[in-house]
C-alpha cells in the first residue's frame, strides 16, 4: 500500500447537550435553605436512622419514606483526601480548579453521608490527614445560587495538629 | 412533610459540552479519500447478496461476509424521497429553509441523504434525476459533496 | 439456572491506545469473528446479539442499531445494554439469562469501546446529580486517591504496595499478547511516574484503550455437541451501593459495600467458604491500583487490612497461590464496555487452559470475576469447567 493508502481520515466534532434539572421537593429544600439562610438539612430514615445528605425521598437500605429533617452543623471529620496535580474542569461551568488542590471526603457531625468538596488547605501531606475537623465555609448571602458550589470549599478548624507529629 | 409545600421547585439549566474525534476506518477513508481527492464516490459491493451499500462499509449487512473491493457509484442519481425543512435546529448544517432528500446513485441499492438545490422546491419530484455538486476545496467529509441540482 | 449455561466461545481485539485503521464497526466485527472462530460457529446459528458498551463515551448513540451489520444483528433479536464499567458483565449475564430461561440456545455477547474518540470525562460527569455533585465530577482519578488515602490511614500500607500492584499489572500484561500496557517496570518506576492525585500516580491507573471482546453463550446440548472445552457459568450476582453514598473508598465503613455484599451472595450460592482455596484465579475488575487491594478484602481473599500483605509476599503473583489478573487486568487494558467482559472471557480461557503466555501455571478448575461501575456496583460471574465441579 502506498502512504496515501494509509492515510486515515476522521472528523471532529462537539456536542453541546442542554438540559434542565429540576431537584425534586427534597434536595430543593436543602438547596433552598442553603442559598437563603446557609443551613445545611438532611433527612433521617424513619427505620434505621441513618441520616442521609443529600436528602432523599426513599432510604435505598429499608425501602421506606425518609420524615424526619435534621439540620446538620456546619463542622465535620475528613474521611478521605487527595491532593490533586491535574486541572480538573468543572462541568458545570467549564472553568478549571487550578492544581494543585486538596480535595476531600467529609463527614458532617451528625451525619451518616459524607460530602466531596474542596478542603482549603496547603497542598502538603505533611498538613491534612485523615481525622483532621474541618468547617464549611459558605459564600457570602446574596452571592448563593442553590447548588453545591454555595459551598466555598472547607477549611480546617484552627488549633490542631496531625496526630504523630 | 408539609413544609416542603413551602418551597417553590428548583431547576436548573445548564449544559453538557463534550468533544470528540470520529475516525473513518478501512472502507470510510478510501471513500473520503477518493470523494476528496478524485470527486468519486464510492460504495460497497456484496457479490453474495447482489448488492452495492453506500455507505461504503466492511461487513456485508445482510450476508455478514467481509467485503473489501469498492466500486464507483453515481455521480449521477434519482431522488427517492424529500422534503423541505422550514424551522432551525442548531445541529442543522445549513439554515433553513432548504430541502433534504434521499437520492440512489446510479449502481447503488441504498440511498444517500444530502441537499437539494439551485431548484424551486415546487419542482422538486420522486424520481428527478440529480448531479452532485463538488465543494471546491475538499476537507474528506460528506459537505465535500455541497448538494445536488437536477440535471 | 434452569437451565445449565456454557461459553463456548469468544474472542478479542488487539487493544491499543490508537486505532485509526477501523472505525467502531469494522473494530467490533474482529472481536465477533475471532469468537465465531472460536467456537467454530457461524453468525447464522446464533439466536440473538447482546451488545453493551458506554454511551457517547465514543460520541456515538444507539451502537446497537448503527453497527447492526458489524455484530451480526441485523435480521436477528437484539438488545443493547449499558451500566457503566459494569457493562461488559451485564451483557454476559443478560445473554446468560436468555439461555437460561430457554428462550435462546445460542447468544453473541458483545463488549467495545473506542475511547479514544469520546470525552469520557464530560460524558462521565453526567452520572452525578448536577446540583449536588457534579461541578466536581468526572474525577475517577480523585475517587481512587481517596480510597488510597484513607487505606493508608486505616491500615498502615505505604504508597510501595500500590506500586507492586501496578508492576504486577504490567508484567502480567507482558504475556498477554492483546494487553494494551505491556510496560517492563518496577515498583521505583512507578513511584517515579507523574504524581495525578496523591497517592496516584500515572501508573497507579488504567489507561484509556481501544478494543471489543465477544463471547458465545450456549445451551447444554450445544455445548456438549459443538464444544471441546466448555466453560459453564455457575453463578452470577449483582449488588448496587446507594445513590450518593460512594463509601467505597472510605475503607472501614461499617455501611453494607456492594463489593462485600455481592461477594457474601455468591459464595452462598455456591457454598464457599473459603474463597481464595475454591477459586484458583481471580479476574477482577481494578480501573486503579488501591481498588485491587480492597478488592482482596472484600473478596475474603484476606482479612480486613491484610490486602496489601498479600501483594507484599506476592500471593496474587501469576505463579503464587492466589493469582489476581494474569492477564494484566483492567490496569493494562481499559476499554470500558469490554472490559468487564474481558475479565471473564481470560477466565474462561485461564479454565480452558488457553490463556497462552499467561496461563497460570497450575490446574485451573473454578474462577471467579468482578466488574466494578457506575456509582458503586458490581456484577460477580463464578466459571468452572465442569457441571459436577
Known amino acids: 500500500m502506498t502512504a496515501r493508502e494509509t492515510e486515515w481520515i476522521s472528523i471532529p466534532m462537539t456536542v ?65 483526601f487527595t491532593i490533586m496535580f491535574l486541572p480538573l474542569t468543572d462541568p458545570t461551568t467549564g472553568k478549571p480548579h487550578e492544581p494543585p488542590f ?54 480546617p478548624l484552627p488549633d490542631q495538629s496531625r496526630p504523630g507529629s | 412533610m408539609d413544609d416542603l409545600n ?78 423541505l425543512v422550514t424551522y432551525a435546529e442548531p445541529v442543522h448544517p445549513r439554515p433553513a429553509p432548504f430541502i433534504y432528500a434521499v437520492i440512489r446513485l446510479d449502481g447503488a441499492d441504498t440511498g444517500m441523504a444530502h441537499f437539494l438545490d439551485e431548484v424551486e422546491y415546487e419542482r422538486v419530484h420522486v424520481g428527478m434525476r440529480v448531479r452532485p455538486v463538488f465543494a471546491p476545496q475538499r476537507k474528506g467529509n460528506i459537505l465535500d459533496i455541497l448538494y445536488f441540482k437536477p440535471l | 439456572m434452569k437451565r445449565n449455561v456454557a461459553i463456548v466461545g469468544g474472542g478479542q481485539t488487539y487493544h491499543r491506545a490508537r486505532r485509526h485503521d477501523v472505525d467502531q464497526a469494522e473494530m467490533v466485527n474482529e472481536a465477533v469473528r475471532a469468537a465465531l472462530k472460536d467456537a467454530g460457529m457461524t453468525m447464522d446459528e446464533m439466536d440473538m446479539v447482546v451488545l453493551g458498551n458506554m ?45 437460561a430461561s430457554g428462550l435462546c440456545d445460542r447468544v453473541l455477547c458483545i463488549g467495545f469501546e473506542k475511547q479514544e474518540e469520546g470525552d469520557t470525562g464530560a460524558i462521565l460527569s453526567g452520572v452525578a446529580n448536577p446540583l449536588w455533585g457534579r461541578s466536581m465530577a468526572g474525577a475517577a482519578v480523585g475517587y481512587f486517591a481517596m480510597m488510597g488515602s484513607s487505606y493508608m490511614a486505616a491500615w498502615g500500607a505505604k504508597e510501595e504496595h500500590s506500586a507492586m500492584v501496578a508492576v504486577k499489572a504490567r508484567q502480567n500484561a507482558r504475556k498477554n499478547k492483546y494487553a494494551h500496557l505491556k510496560l517492563d517496570i ?23 484503550s481501544n478494543g ?29 451501593n446507594e445513590q450518593f453514598e460512594l463509601d467505597w473508598r472510605d475503607v472501614k465503613t461499617k455501611r453494607p459495600i456492594f463489593s462485600k455484599v455481592c461477594a457474601g451472595r455468591i459464595y452462598g450460592r455456591l457454598g464457599v467458604s473459603d474463597p481464595k482455596t475454591y477459586f484458583d484465579v481471580f479476574e477482577i475488575y481494578e480501573p486503579a491500583t488501591w481498588a485491587e487491594l480492597v478488592w482482596y478484602e472484600d473478596l475474603g481473599l484476606c482479612g480486613p487490612g491484610e490486602g496489601f500483605r498479600l501483594i507484599e509476599e506476592g500471593k496474587t503473583n501469576i505463579d503464587g497461590p492466589i493469582p489476581v489478573n494474569p492477564s494484566g487486568g483492567v490496569l493494562s487494558t481499559n476499554c470500558i464496555g469490554a472490559s468487564a467482559m474481558l475479565r471473564v472471557w481470560e477466565a474462561a480461557l485461564q479454565i480452558r487452559g488457553d490463556a497462552g503466555g499467561h496461563q497460570v501455571p497450575k490446574e485451573v478448575r473454578r474462577a471467579l470475576t468482578t466488574a466494578y461501575g457506575g456509582t458503586n456496583w458490581t456484577v460477580m460471574i463464578a466459571l468452572s469447567g465442569a457441571l459436577d465441579d
Open chain 1, 102 to 155: 486538596v480535595y476531600g471526603s467529609v463527614r458532617l457531625d451528625g451525619c451518616d453521608s459524607v460530602l466531596d468538596h474542596l478542603i482549603h488547605a496547603e497542598p502538603d501531606r505533611g498538613k491534612v490527614w485523615v481525622g483532621m475537623r474541618c468547617r464549611v465555609v459558605l459564600r457570602p448571602p446574596g452571592e448563593r445560587v442553590g447548588d453545591l458550589s454555595d459551598i466555598v470549599h472547607f477549611e
Open chain 3, 212 to 240: 471489543a471482546c465477544a463471547v458465545i453463550l450456549a445451551d447444554d446440548k450445544t455445548a456438549k455437541d459443538r464444544c471441546r472445552k466448555p466453560v459453564w457459568i455457575r453463578a452470577m450476582e449483582t449488588a448496587h
Open chain 3, 186 to 208: 518496577t515498583v521505583e518506576d512507578v513511584l517515579n511516574s507523574r504524581m495525578l492525585a496523591w497517592p496516584i500516580r500515572m501508573l497507579d491507573m488504567c489507561p484509556a
Open chain 2, 6 to 83: 413551602q418551597y417553590q421547585p428548583f431547576e436548573v439549566d445548564q449544559h453538557l459540552t463534550a468533544h470528540g474525534n470520529y475516525w473513518a476506518g478501512r472502507a470510510g477513508s478510501r471513500f473520503y479519500r477518493a470523494l476528496r481527492d478524485r470527486r468519486r464516490i464510492l460504495g460497497s459491493p456484496c457479490r453474495n447478496c447482489r448488492k452495492v451499500f453506500w455507505p461504503p462499509r466492511s461487513i456485508c449487512t445482510f450476508c455478514f461476509s467481509e467485503l473489501r473491493e469498492m466500486v464507483e457509484i453515481g455521480p449521477l442519481g434519482t431522488v427517492e424521497t424529500f422534503t
Open chain 1, 16 to 80: 453541546d447537550v442542554p438540559y434542565r434539572f429540576a431537584a425534586g421537593r427534597y434536595l430543593t429544600k436543602t438547596l433552598t435553605q442553603l442559598r437563603d439562610n446557609g443551613r445545611i438539612f438532611a433527612v433521617e430514615c424513619p427505620r434505621c436512622r441513618r441520616i442521609q445528605l443529600p436528602p432523599r425521598i426513599v432510604c435505598a437500605q429499608c425501602h421506606v419514606r425518609n420524615g424526619r429533617w435534621v439540620e446538620l452543623p456546619l463542622e465535620g471529620t475528613l474521611v478521605a
Open chain 3, 55 to 99: 454511551e457517547f463515551f465514543e460520541g456515538t448513540h444507539m451502537t446497537d442499531c448503527w453497527l447492526v451489520h458489524a455484530t451480526g444483528a441485523y435480521g436477528r433479536q437484539g438488545l443493547k445494554i449499558t451500566t457503566g464499567g459494569t457493562v461488559g458483565a451485564t451483557v454476559v449475564c443478560a445473554g446468560a439469562h436468555l439461555v
